[in-house]
């Protein structure tokens, strides 16, 4: 089983193909595989942005 998380993309680098997530207490990057924007909630899975959320 793999867990998820959501978090919200603070920064985009490498021309928008790596989103910096904030969530909460820590920031990390991950691959931005659904070109989602800075703002946008996402779920996070294996260092990569799954999905969009509201």
């Known amino acids: ?3 998820a998380v959501p978090g919200k993309i603070v920064e985009l680098k490498k021309k ?4 910096v997530i ?3 207490k820590e920031k990390r990057e991950a ?4 070109n989602a924007k800075i703002g946008d909630k996402v779920i ?3 260092k990569n942005v ?3 959320i509201d």
Request: proline share 0%; aromatic share 4%; charged share 20%.
């Open 16 to 19: 928008g193909k790596i989103a």
């Open 44 to 46: 996070v899975q294996h």
């Open 22 to 24: 904030d969530y909460g």
């Open 1 to 3: 089983m793999c867990l």
């Open 31 to 34: 691959a931005n595989l659904i």
């Open 50 to 52: 799954i999905e969009k």
